[in-house]
């Protein structure tokens, strides 16, 4: 367990320090104090383990921020901006292959921009062409734009690339190679050996059998077809794909059977340990595979060693050991998967299979039961370990929830012993002699065939996955949850008895009942508050100048405009959104005064926006001052120009509908229109536009055709011409209209050129209160408050 404390403080010295942002000499510091003060004071056993707790805390906080110095002054990340650069570098790994180029990760060398080259240093990400057969040590000088990589959606593709030590891409216009075998050579052998592996597989097998055995065996998920990748990811099962600990556990089994009658047990382990070292290479070296390899590594050395290896204790060592060589790995997503996988097994295994047992011996004869359990024991119980502990981070990374993994494993994990072990010996024949290889090759296809067969089928099915994701802040409960479950089941047993004894004298039943309650009611409102896959738009009630709320089938969130009433605005964001959701998207301002965005400030009090998004130039300079001090360089402001597209990536489509503005000193567009387009629902928010400006919109070309129409000025006179109303057409209109309005809002006169246009039906919020809307991109459902 000492082991266990020591590698916690050195996680969460590292967690703390990505927050915090210290030099690193301050943890140092921290570190110093710690040791001095354990050999000062020499205080008792448990008083030492903190300190040392202490000092592991501030060496992995030191560690981290030693990562985060600045970038030294050649590295060619300071280039960034230009967008003629010729870069000369070396193909740094093996290229990867997608549709459309090929992403080389190229280690710079010098830089020519305006004729001046200079040395350089720092890795770059090179989007070449798909033309040239590009290797591992090639030496290349690449021509284009050198950029920062871009954000997307649900995904900071900047950041897991800076985590990789790669802080520019080039998307090349040219390619040339200029040089061979520049690379290690070692290193180069390994590579050549893999590609000639997956290319004899690809000899021995079709696809898609060939490609998910290349995965299996080599890591290589490249060729993958996106279907069957798709099928894999709603069943549950893509951990047969990557490589894991069940990988090396089972080639630590075959390298010690064929080498232990050879070499003796002592050698046998070293050459199994360098040949499960050399395989974590030659399966590309991802954080999960070299993970998996050197907890198994370190157990095979303590068995060597007549020591006692212990799940828990390896996989701390392991986390240690690659965090201290690259502290970002911890964010590294396979890398939290493959950690959490293990940690599940290792806890909950064991208690799993009694629970199996147990009800198994009331429903069969005990032989019989005795069996089933051996037999499900691996399918069954240690897929539900494996995915117990790892469900919450899918759920917050993925937003996806496989209902059918526990079946879609029952029915594959048991095979995919005999995919390794035959694709293996399959591989290493065609290796030798193709068609050596094409007979043993029929022998892995069957298991194969069996395995795309069963997730194929389930995939088909709707019931098989939905989305559903868990805030950051949900997933932290969880694994509290998981993880104070994990130290009870970790105690002695005569301690975990005492513990609970205390807790039944000191805690009523009817307080346990009660607490058990409102654990359920909150995961009920949790539950309830997930995406569910449509889309809904919000008219909040907030008065006459209108807000919309937009929430995407995933859960993204768009705040438009917020009215001048903010305990109105606060009051409809809480009805509208999760108790516990503080985030959001993007804010958009249709037209920044006071009438529309005096009551965002005291709304970024209490929610977080990503960036704030203006469509036309500043209107009433003194509320937007305010909203700028509220935003306190928290959420970036980014304008918005006509025809400007938000899309979002569960098909989703913000439009920018507004004609352009003549003039070099006039503002890009003027009040603007949005079209929310959700498959075919099309939601037209008019807000402030005016007749002249509905007018320019027709003029300029725009289609307006549209579901549904947040009418402009509520439904003044002096919008919603008959023109612009008869090119929207739309089947449902909605009003925003305070209550107690003097002037009558919407106008008679607009309520008869609404009749004209087909009747459409007509919400108002001073009537109905906010009015949700909700859509599956075919048909839509509208609620209403009142």
């Not at 570190?31 to 501030?58: N, Q």
Request: one cysteine or more.
């Amino acid at each position: 367990m000492t082991l266990l404390y020591l590698v916690a403080a050195w996680v969460a010295g590292v967690f703390v320090a990505s927050r915090l942002g210290a030099a690193p000499g301050v943890w140092l510091l921290l570190g110093a104090v710690g040791i001095s003060a354990a050999g000062v004071l020499w205080p008792s056993r448990r008083d030492r383990l903190v300190l040392v707790c202490l000092v592991l805390f501030a060496f992995g906080a030191a560690r981290f921020a030693f990562t985060r110095r600045p970038l030294p002054r050649d590295h060619v990340a300071h280039y960034v901006g230009y967008d003629h650069v010729a870069l000369t570098g070396v193909i740094d790994a093996p290229p990867d292959v997608r549709d459309f180029h090929v992403n080389l990760r190229v280690r710079a060398v010098q830089v020519e921009v305006g004729g001046v080259v200079t040395p350089v240093s720092g890795l770059v990400l090179v989007q070449a062409p798909r033309h040239s057969p590009y290797s591992y040590g090639d030496r290349v000088r690449a021509i284009g734009a050198l950029q920062l990589p871009p954000n997307f959606d649900d995904f900071s593709y900047r950041d897991y690339l800076a985590r990789r030590g790669i802080y520019a891409l080039l998307r090349a216009d040219s390619v040339d190679i200029v040089g061979r075998d520049v690379g290690r050579p070692w290193l180069a052998v390994v590579y050549a050996l893999r590609e000639r592996s997956v290319q004899t597989i690809r000899r021995l097998l079709p696809s898609p059998q060939a490609p998910l055995l290349a995965g299996i065996l080599l890591g290589d998920e490249s060729e993958i077809p996106a279907d069957v990748r798709e099928a894999f990811n709603r069943t549950g099962a893509a951990h047969v794909i990557a490589i894991s600990g069940a990988n090396i556990a089972i080639l630590l089994r075959v390298l010690m059977g064929l080498l232990d009658p050879v070499l003796g047990k002592k050698r046998a382990a070293w050459a199994a340990g360098i040949g499960v070292v050399a395989y974590a290479v030659l399966a590309g070296g991802d954080a999960s595979v070299v993970r998996a390899a050197i907890a198994g590594v370190a157990a095979l050395m303590a068995a060597r060693l007549r020591r006692r290896a212990y799940g828990l204790t390896t996989l701390a060592f392991a986390v240690w050991i690659m965090s201290l060589y690259d502290p970002d790995v911890l964010w590294d997503i396979g890398f939290q998967l493959s950690v959490a996988a293990t940690a599940g097994l290792v806890l909950f295994t064991e208690d799993f299979t009694r629970v199996l047992a147990w009800l198994l011996a009331r429903l069969l004869p005990a032989q019989t039961a005795a069996r089933a359990v051996q037999w499900l024991s691996e399918p069954l119980v240690v897929s539900l370990a494996a995915q117990m502990a790892t469900t919450p981070l899918i759920l917050l990374y993925f937003g996806r929830f496989s209902a059918a993994s526990l079946l879609a494993n029952l029915l594959i994990v048991s095979v995919q012993p005999y995919i390794m072990v035959a694709g293996w010996v399959a591989l290493l024949a065609g290796l030798l002699a193709v068609s050596l290889g094409e007979v043993l090759a029929w022998v892995v296809w069957l298991p194969l065939t069996y395995t795309l067969f069963v997730v194929e089928s389930l995939a088909r099915f709707e019931w098989a996955s939905f989305d559903f994701r868990l805030s950051a802040s949900a997933a932290w409960v969880v694994y509290a949850v998981l993880v104070t479950v994990a130290v009870v089941r970790l105690m002695h047993p005569d301690d975990r008895r005492a513990w609970r004894d205390r807790i039944v004298r000191r805690v009523p039943a009817y307080s346990l009942a009660g607490a058990a309650a409102v654990v359920v009611l909150l995961v009920w409102a949790v539950a309830a508050g997930r995406p569910d896959g449509r889309l809904h738009v919000w008219f909040l009630d907030v008065g006459n100048s209108g807000a919309v709320l937009v929430v995407t089938p995933r859960g993204s969130q768009f705040l438009i405009d917020g009215g001048p009433n903010a305990s109105r605005l606060q009051a409809a964001l809480g009805r509208a959104l999760p108790f516990y959701d503080r985030d959001l998207d993007a804010v958009i301002l249709t037209e920044p005064d006071a009438a529309r965005i005096a009551a965002l400030p005291a709304v970024f009090e209490r929610y977080a926006a990503q960036v704030v998004l203006q469509a036309v130039a500043v209107g009433d300079q003194a509320a937007y001052s305010v909203l700028l001090d509220a935003l306190a360089d928290r959420s970036p402001v980014t304008r918005l120009a006509a025809g400007h597209v938000i899309e979002t990536s569960d098909g989703v489509r913000i439009e920018v509908l507004a004609p352009r503005e003549s003039g070099v000193d006039q503002p890009p567009v003027r009040v603007p229109a949005l079209r929310v387009t959700y498959g075919d629902a099309r939601f037209l928010l008019g807000f402030g536009l005016a007749g002249r400006d509905e007018i320019a919109l027709l003029d300029a070309g725009w289609y307006v055709g549209s579901t549904v129409l947040f009418l402009p000025g509520g439904g003044s006179d002096r919008a919603n011409t008959p023109r612009f109303l008869a090119a929207v057409e739309p089947q449902v209109v909605v009003a925003a209209v305070d209550a107690g309005q003097r002037s009558p809002l919407p106008h008679p006169s607009v309520l008869e050129r609404l009749e004209v246009v087909g009747q459409p039906r007509l919400y108002r919020t001073d009537q109905h209160g906010t009015i949700e809307m909700i859509t599956d991109g075919h048909l839509l459902e509208v609620r209403t408050q009142r």
